[in-house]
């Protein structure tokens, strides 16, 4: 299976917070680096955050702070901690490799941050 599942959206009001986790293939995790992305109500996908084979964190300047990526290597997993939620992070957020290959785009999870 090619997608990946994404889940741990919801409905949240602005100041919370939630998890988002994103179930990958060992082979996935040990061989690319990992990236969380979202698509904001009739804007593009962007770029959110990534994390490095070797463990080495990067952030869109938006969320730099408040997000947390990370990954559970033994139930190859990736996490999107999101704190500190605002109203503009509302957005479907996906799970894929850095850079994005098509072939794994899932259907993405909801975020919703009420003001």
């Known amino acids: 299976q090619a997608q990946l599942v994404e889940s741990g959206g919801g409905l949240v009001q602005a100041g919370g917070s939630l998890r988002l986790s994103c179930g990958a293939s060992?082979?996935?995790?040990?061989?690319?680096?990992m990236a969380w992305y979202r698509q904001p109500p009739n804007k593009q996908r962007e770029l959110v955050a990534t994390?490095?084979?070797?463990?080495?964190?990067k952030y869109a300047d938006s969320v730099k702070g408040r997000f947390t990526i990370s990954r559970d290597v033994a139930n190859n997993t990736l996490y999107l901690q999101m704190d500190t939620l605002k109203p503009e992070d509302t957005a479907v957020y996906y799970c894929?490799?850095?850079?994005?290959?098509?072939?794994?785009w899932g259907q993405g999870t909801q975020v919703t941050v009420s003001s």
């Open positions: 894929n490799v850095n850079p994005p290959n098509g072939w794994y």
């Open positions: 994390l490095t084979r070797g463990g080495f964190e």
């Open positions: 060992k082979r996935l995790f040990s061989t690319n680096t």
